[in-house]
């Protein structure tokens, strides 16, 4: 079994930064893609970065992505935080599961994490 967590999420002012985690666990698995979305309140979920390497290119050169492969995470860090940053931020993961020496493709969800920006 592989999970997708994201963490790091909270309520933050206008102006500053914060570093979201998605982490992966589980046993006999390898990431090959991360991509971030976020969903507004009241709007649909869009994506706005990517795992580097990936092709995918951030909506803003605010939003970095990073990864921490000896804990299987993938960082979004996020500087000068507005207002538009505000909602719930989630990675979706893909990549291989070696069942019994089957490789089998995963493609997952975690449950999000809540961003909120004050003013």
């Known amino acids: 079994q592989v999970q997708v967590v994201e963490s790091g999420g909270g309520l933050v002012q206008a102006g500053g930064s914060l570093r979201l985690f998605c982490t992966v666990s589980g046993s006999s698995f390898s990431i090959d893609h991360v991509d971030w979305y976020r969903q507004p309140p009241g709007k649909q979920r869009e994506l706005v970065a990517g795992?580097?390497?990936s092709g995918v290119k951030s909506v803003t050169g605010r939003f970095t992505v990073s990864r921490e492969n000896a804990k299987s995470a993938v960082i979004l860090e996020i500087d000068s935080l507005n207002s538009e940053d505000t909602g719930t931020y989630y990675c979706?993961?893909?990549?291989?599961?070696?069942?019994?020496?089957?490789?089998?493709?995963?493609?997952?969800w975690g449950q999000g994490t809540q961003v909120t920006v004050s003013a």
């Open positions: 795992m580097p390497g």
């Open positions: 979706n993961v893909r990549g291989l599961r070696n069942i019994r020496g089957t490789l089998l493709q995963f493609n997952l």
